[in-house]
T-cell receptor
């Protein structure tokens, strides 16, 4: 069973489109995250969310919005896609008390 | 703000030699320090972690050391093998439970 699964694995889309990436975890973790990893490999936190609060990295454009229908899911919606949004997006989850993160397999987004 | 510095950015070692990657952190309240390995095209995976009440932890060929006074922690890989080639990330958990990440080290094992 996959602990953190995200779909799709690859996403190619045109500038200006709106797209969503889905993420689900079956670990019972209380916190979920979205990260962006660009070509330089740096892991940039975009959002973290648990049932208490949503923490947004202030540098993330408001075209990006997380949506959590329940504790096991945190989807990422992106409006008006731009070329600079091309990257690999990772979902992750953790249990606040223990700290270790489990990552999904990533979604490679290419905006053309 | 809180930050984690990681050095070197690229490390090339001969197969069989040891590799050491170093990180420093700024938040003195940090109490959890994981290391992640990311192979090409794959997800980051936790390989070892250490908590602030321990100075050293080993798991076969990998070890992590922590110096809380100096706010340094390091990853040591002995007897390196080709499959150790990857990008390694250190991180420190701050007082708000968020992980602050280093910029990564690309480890190259030369045959």
């Amino acid at each position: 069973d996959t602990a953190v699964s995200q779909t799709p694995k690859y996403l190619v889309t045109q500038m200006g489109n709106d797209k969503s990436i889905k993420c689900e975890q079956n670990l019972g973790h209380d916190t979920m995250y979205w990260y962006k990893q660009d070509s330089k490999k740096f892991l940039k936190i975009m959002f973290s969310y648990n049932n208490k609060e949503l923490i947004i990295n202030e540098t993330v454009p408001n075209r990006f919005s997380p949506k959590s229908p329940d504790k096991a899911h945190l989807n990422l919606h992106i409006n008006s896609l731009e070329l600079g949004d091309s990257a690999v997006y990772f979902c992750a989850s953790s249990q606040e008390a223990t700290g270790g993160y489990t990552f999904g397999s990533g979604t490679r987004l290419t905006v053309v | 703000g809180e930050n984690v510095e990681q050095h070197p950015s690229t490390l090339s070692v001969q197969e069989g030699d040891s590799a050491v990657i170093k990180c420093t952190y700024s938040d003195s309240a940090s109490n959890y320090f994981p290391w992640y390995k990311q192979e090409l095209g794959k997800r980051p995976q936790l390989i070892i972690d250490i908590r602030s009440n321990v100075g050293e932890k080993k798991d076969q060929r990998i070890a992590v050391t922590l110096n809380k006074t100096a706010k340094h922690f390091s990853l040591h890989i002995t007897e390196t093998q080709p499959e150790d080639s990857a990008v390694y990330f250190c991180a420190a958990r701050g007082s708000n439970y968020q992980l602050i990440w280093g910029a990564g080290t690309k480890l190259i094992i030369k045959p």
